[in-house]
C-alpha cells in the first residue's frame, strides 16, 4: 500500500522512554486497562481507513473519568502524544495512532448513567454505542436521532468527535444539533462540563466548538442528548429511475417544494447490485437509480406527504414506486442501506469519500465523479444522502496492488475538490482525519486555517492532542 | 459616533488600525438590543449596517446568504415571498428593550437569538452554515460554508454565534432556511398552576405529535396576550405545525390527551400566529420600564421550581417558554442576581442573563453567567486567540470576555 499521506515524525523523548511511560501508566490505572504487548495493540493499530496502520505506544481504557484526567495530567506533563478512540470505526483515519502515542480508549465507559424523560435527555458515557441509546428508550416511544450507519458499532464520543450525521438528519440533525452537554477532560487533565440539560451556552459556545473537533480539543467522557418521541409510524419507500440524473433532479425538486421528509437516500445501479446481493432487500434491479424516501407521522400525514412526492417523481419518469407493506419490509429497506459500506466490502477493498455539495449541483457532480473514476479507470457506487447534498461515493480499488492503490486515492483528492469547487465541502459527517488533511488548503485560506489553528492552541498549546489530523502538518503553529 | 464601514476591507483597515492603537470597539448592528451585557468603558461603536443586502437566495436549496448588516425584516420579506421562514424565530428584542433601532441580521447571529420553536428546530447557530468575520487583528475569515452537512475542520461557526461581537466582526452570514407550515393550530389547556402545567407540557411532548412550541403564561401575564382573548385561568399553550390534513389529526389527539389536565381551547391560524409572536418577543415585559428583565435557561422540569423558591424571597413576574426551560423573569424592584444563581446551581445548573435594567442596576450586576474558573480561564485563551489586543467590547460577558 502507498503512504501518500504522512504522520508527524515520532517524538524521540517519548519513544526513548517507553519502558518508563508503560510502568507510569500502570501506577495510573488498574492493570486490566493498560495494555502494551505487542500483539495486543494491534487491534488499535487502525480504524475503518485501513489503508494506514501504526502501532500505539500503549493504550489505556479508563473506567472513569478520573482515570481519564489522571492520563491526561501524565501525558502533557511529559509531551506524550494522545489519541482518543471510540469504537475505531472512523472512515478518515481520525482514530488511527502514531508510534509515540497512547490511544486512550473509551470502551470501559459504556454504561447509560441516566435518562430523563420528563426533559428528554439521556446521560450517557463517552462509550456508549449510538443505537443503545435508542434501544434504551424505545420501549418508552424515544429514540436518538443521528444514525450513523455504523451506529451499532460506533460510539456517542466518537459521533461527537466526528460529529456525525446520518440518514435521518435531514429532518432531526446531526450530532451538534442534538448535544446538549458534555463532561471533557482538558489536556492538562483539568475536567469541564459545557452545556446540561438546558438549552444554550451561558459564555461562549464551547460545546459547538469541541462537536466535531476530532479530538483535538480534549476527551469527552460523558455527554447528555436530546431524546424525541417517536413518530406515530414510518413509511420508506423505493422511487426507481432510468438515470442518475433524473434521481439527482427530483431530490432536488423535493425539497425546493418544501417537502421535507425524514430522509432522501440515494443509490446508482453499482449500489444497488451490491446492497441487494446482499441484504435482498427487495431493491428493483432494472432501474439505473434509486431513491428511499421516508416519510412518518401519522398514517394521514404520511399518505398526504406521499402524494406530494410521488407527483413530482413522476414529473422525472419514476420507473418503480413501492411502498414498503409492513414493518419488516421497511426494516429491510434500511439494512440494504446501511449495510451498503459492509456489503461493497465484500466485493473489493473501497475508499469512501464524504464532500457535500448544494442541492443544485447533485446531478453534475453525480456526473463528473463518474468521469474522474472512469479517466483513472477505477469503478465506482453511490450511495449516498441526498437530501442533504452528502455524497458517499465508494471507489472500489485492489489494495493488493500498490498502483490501483494510488489511483483510488488520487481519484478520491479529485472528487473532494470537485465538491469543493461546486460551492460545498470535504466532509459533510466523516471528519477530516489525517485522510483530507492535505485537501484542507484546497477549501480554506492560510488565514482561515491559522484562525482555526489558534483556536485549537488555546486547548491545546503542545500539539499533543490527536496530532497529526485535521491540519495539514506544515504551516502549523510553533509549539 | 459610530464607525460605519460600507466594505469588508474598510472594516478590516478599521479593526487593523483599532488594534494598533489599543482603541475599544463596541460592535453592533442596528442598536435595538443597546444597553445588554456589563458595560464597557471608552468603547468607540461600529456597526455592520453599512455592509447590507442579500448576497445570494436560492429557495430550492434553502439556503440564503446576506451581509451582516441586512435588516431582518428585508430577510423575512424576501424569505415570506417563497414562503419560507428562519426556522429558529428570531426574537425582536426592542418591546423589552425601548429601542428603536432596526435589527440586523448579522445582530440575530452575534447574539444567537432563538424564538419559541428552539426547542425543536434549534436554535439560530444550529441554522447557521456560514460566516465571514473581521478578527482582532484585522484578518478576513470565513468559516463553515454553505451546505448542511460540514465537519471540515474547527467549527468557528458556533463559537462566533452568541459571542456578542467580543470576538469578532461578521461581515456576511448563510444560513438555512425551512418552508413556512401550511398550517399551524393552538391548544391551550387553562387553569393549570405552574407545577401541573410543567407535567402537561412533558406529556405532550412526549407524544408523537410534533409539538412546537410548549409555553406557560401564569395568571399574573395572560391577560397580556391575544388582547385578553385567552380563555380564563393561566394558559399552557401547544403549538402544532404542517400540512391541514395532519395538523387537525395531530391537535384531536393532543386535545384528547390534555383534557385530563384541564380544559382545552383551540386557537386557529391566524390567532396562533399572533399568540406565538407575543411570546417570542415577551409581550407582557415591553412594558416601558427598566424593571430588571432576566432570561433564564434550565432543565424544562426544574423552571417552576426555581421560580417558585424565587418568589418566598423576592418580588418575581415570570412566565415560560420551552417546555418551562426558558423563563422570562421580570423582579420587581432589587435583580437579585446572587439568589436567582444560587438557586440554579442548586437545582442543577443552566443560566441567567441579566437582559434589562436600568444602568445604575446595570454597572454592579453581572450580566451573563459566571463560569467555573476551568471554563471561564479556557474562554478567555479563546478569546486571545481572536482578539489578541483585546479591542474587541473587553468585559462585556465577563472578565475577559
Redesign the interface.
Known amino acids: 500500500m502507498s503512504e501518500a499521506i504522512e504522520f508527524l515524525p515520532p517524538r524521540p523523548a517519548v519513544l526513548s522512554r517507553r519502558s518508563a511511560i508503560i510502568a507510569d501508566l500502570a501506577d495510573l490505572l488498574p492493570a486490566e486497562c493498560v495494555i502494551h504487548e505487542a500483539r495486543e495493540l494491534v487491534p488499535f493499530e487502525t480504524d475503518a481507513f485501513i489503508s494506514y496502520r501504526r502501532l500505539p505506544l500503549a493504550v489505556v481504557l479508563p473506567k472513569t473519568t478520573a482515570q481519564a484526567a489522571a492520563v491526561m495530567k501524565y501525558c502533557h506533563r511529559y509531551g506524550i502524544p494522545v489519541v482518543p478512540r471510540g469504537a475505531g470505526t472512523s472512515l478518515s483515519g481520525g482514530a488511527i495512532p502514531q508510534e509515540d502515542a497512547i490511544v486512550l480508549g473509551l470502551s470501559k465507559m459504556s454504561r447509560i448513567l441516566e435518562v430523563?424523560?420528563?426533559?428528554?435527555?439521556a446521560t450517557v458515557q463517552a462509550g456508549v454505542t449510538n443505537l443503545s441509546i435508542s434501544e434504551a428508550v424505545g420501549v418508552d416511544?424515544?429514540f436518538y436521532a443521528p444514525d450513523p450507519s455504523s451506529q451499532l458499532a460506533c460510539t456517542i464520543g466518537g459521533n461527537i468527535g466526528?460529529?456525525s450525521?446520518g440518514a435521518h438528519?435531514l429532518k432531526y440533525?446531526?450530532t451538534?444539533?442534538n448535544l446538549l452537554g458534555v463532561k471533557m477532560v482538558?489536556v492538562d487533565g483539568?475536567?469541564?462540563?459545557?452545556g446540561?440539560?438546558?438549552?444554550?451556552?451561558?459564555?461562549?459556545?464551547?460545546l459547538?466548538?469541541v462537536?466535531?473537533?476530532e479530538g483535538?480539543l480534549g476527551i469527552v467522557t460523558e455527554a447528555t442528548v436530546r431524546l424525541i418521541?417517536?413518530?406515530?409510524g414510518a413509511r420508506p419507500v423505493l422511487f426507481g429511475f432510468e438515470t442518475s440524473e433524473e434521481a439527482g433532479a427530483c431530490v432536488?425538486?423535493i425539497?425546493?417544494s418544501?417537502?421535507?421528509p425524514v430522509a432522501i437516500e440515494f443509490m446508482d445501479k453499482p449500489a444497488i447490485e451490491i446492497c441487494e446481493a446482499f441484504a435482498h432487500a427487495g431493491y428493483p434491479l432494472d432501474v439505473g437509480a434509486l431513491l428511499i424516501v421516508e416519510v412518518e407521522?401519522?398514517e394521514?400525514?404520511m399518505d398526504?406527504?406521499l402524494a406530494g412526492i410521488v407527483e413530482i417523481a413522476r414529473r422525472h419518469g419514476v420507473k418503480t414506486v413501492r411502498e414498503s407493506q409492513s414493518a419488516t419490509e421497511a426494516a429491510l429497506i434500511w439494512k440494504g442501506r446501511k449495510s451498503a459500506f459492509g456489503a461493497t466490502g465484500r466485493i473489493a477493498d473501497y475508499i469512501c469519500m464524504d464532500g457535500?455539495?448544494?442541492?443544485?449541483k447533485l446531478s453534475y457532480v453525480l456526473k463528473k465523479t463518474s468521469e474522474i473514476t472512469d479517466s483513472f479507470g477505477l469503478r465506482v457506487a453511490n450511495v449516498f444522502?441526498a437530501g442533504?447534498?452528502?455524497m458517499h461515493p465508494l471507489i472500489l480499488f485492489n489494495a493488493n496492488d500498490p498502483e490501483d492503490a494510488a489511483r483510488a486515492e488520487a481519484a478520491g483528492n479529485e472528487i473532494l475538490k470537485l465538491c469543493v469547487d461546486a460551492?460545498?465541502?470535504?466532509?459533510?459527517?466523516?471528519?477530516?482525519g489525517i485522510e483530507?488533511r492535505d485537501l484542507?488548503r484546497h477549501?480554506?485560506?492560510d488565514?482561515?486555517?491559522a484562525?482555526?489553528m489558534?483556536?485549537?492552541?488555546?486547548?491545546d498549546e503542545g500539539w499533543i492532542l490527536n496530532p497529526s489530523k485535521?491540519?495539514p502538518l506544515d504551516g502549523r503553529p510553533a509549539a | 459616533m459610530t464607525l460605519i464601514p460600507h466594505t469588508e476591507t474598510d472594516a478590516a483597515y478599521v479593526i487593523r488600525n483599532a488594534a494598533a492603537q489599543g482603541t475599544r470597539l463596541a460592535l453592533c448592528g442596528g442598536n435595538s438590543r443597546s444597553g445588554f451585557g456589563n458595560p464597557v468603558e471608552g468603547t468607540e461603536a461600529m456597526s455592520s449596517r453599512g455592509l447590507s443586502g442579500i448576497v445570494d437566495y436560492e429557495p430550492a436549496e434553502m439556503v440564503l446568504t446576506a451581509k451582516a448588516g441586512t435588516p431582518v425584516a428585508e430577510i423575512e420579506a424576501a424569505l415570506g415571498a417563497n414562503r419560507q421562514m428562519m426556522a429558529f424565530e428570531p426574537m425582536d428584542h426592542r418591546g423589552i428593550m425601548g429601542t428603536s433601532g432596526e435589527p440586523t441580521i448579522g445582530g440575530v447571529f452575534a447574539a444567537n437569538v432563538s424564538g419559541p420553536r428552539r426547542f425543536v428546530a434549534g436554535a439560530a447557530r444550529d441554522s447557521l452554515l456560514g460566516i465571514r468575520f473581521v478578527n482582532g487583528q484585522g484578518q478576513v475569515i470565513r468559516a463553515g460554508g454553505r451546505v448542511m452537512k460540514n465537519v471540515t475542520g474547527l467549527d468557528l461557526v458556533k463559537l462566533l454565534a452568541g459571542s456578542h461581537g467580543t470576538l469578532g466582526f461578521l461581515t456576511e452570514v448563510t444560513f438555512r432556511v425551512l418552508p413556512v407550515p401550511q398550517s399551524i393550530e393552538t391548544i391551550v389547556i387553562s387553569g393549570l398552576d405552574d407545577a401541573t402545567a410543567t407535567r402537561a407540557m412533558a406529556s405532550a411532548l412526549a407524544l408523537p405529535v410534533e409539538v412546537s412550541g410548549a409555553a406557560h403564561l401564569p395568571q399574573t401575564v395572560k391577560g397580556r396576550f391575544a388582547g385578553g382573548a385567552l380563555p380564563e385561568g393561566a394558559a399552557t399553550a401547544l403549538r402544532l405545525e404542517g400540512l391541514a390534513a395532519s395538523v387537525s389529526v395531530r391537535a384531536e389527539k393532543l386535545a384528547a390527551v390534555m383534557t385530563a389536565f384541564g380544559p382545552v381551547s383551540r386557537f386557529d391560524m391566524d390567532e396562533s400566529l399572533a399568540l406565538w409572536r407575543e411570546i417570542r418577543d415577551v409581550h407582557p415585559y415591553a412594558d416601558g420600564t427598566q424593571k430588571p428583565l432576566w432570561r433564564v435557561s434550565v432543565a424544562p422540569s426544574l423552571g417552576h421550581q426555581l421560580v417558585a423558591a424565587l418568589r418566598l424571597e423576592a418580588g418575581v413576574d415570570a412566565f415560560y417558554d420551552w417546555q418551562g426551560g426558558l423563563i422570562w423573569m421580570r423582579m420587581e424592584a432589587d435583580p437579585e442576581a446572587e439568589l436567582l444563581r444560587r438557586y440554579i446551581k442548586a437545582l442543577g445548573g443552566g443560566h441567567a442573563t441579566l437582559v434589562r435594567a436600568s444602568e445604575q442596576v446595570r454597572a454592579v450586576t453581572t450580566a451573563f453567567e459566571p463560569q467555573s474558573d476551568a471554563v471561564a480561564a479556557l474562554s478567555a485563551r479563546v478569546k486571545q486567540k481572536l482578539d489578541p489586543a483585546g479591542i474587541f467590547s473587553p468585559g462585556k460577558m465577563a472578565g475577559a470576555l
Open positions: 430523563d424523560y420528563a426533559n428528554r435527555t416511544g424515544f466526528m460529529n450525521g438528519c440533525g446531526v451538534t444539533n482538558l483539568t475536567v469541564v462540563d459545557f446540561g440539560k438546558h438549552l444554550d451556552s451561558a459564555g461562549y459556545d464551547l459547538g466548538l462537536c466535531g473537533s483535538q418521541a417517536k413518530p406515530e432536488t425538486d425539497i425546493a418544501g417537502i421535507i407521522g401519522s394521514a400525514e398526504a406527504t457535500t455539495v448544494p442541492l443544485g444522502h442533504d447534498g452528502n460551492g460545498g465541502c470535504l466532509t459533510g459527517e466523516h471528519g477530516v483530507k484542507m477549501q480554506y485560506s488565514a482561515d486555517l484562525q482555526q489558534a483556536v485549537r492552541s488555546a486547548f485535521v491540519f
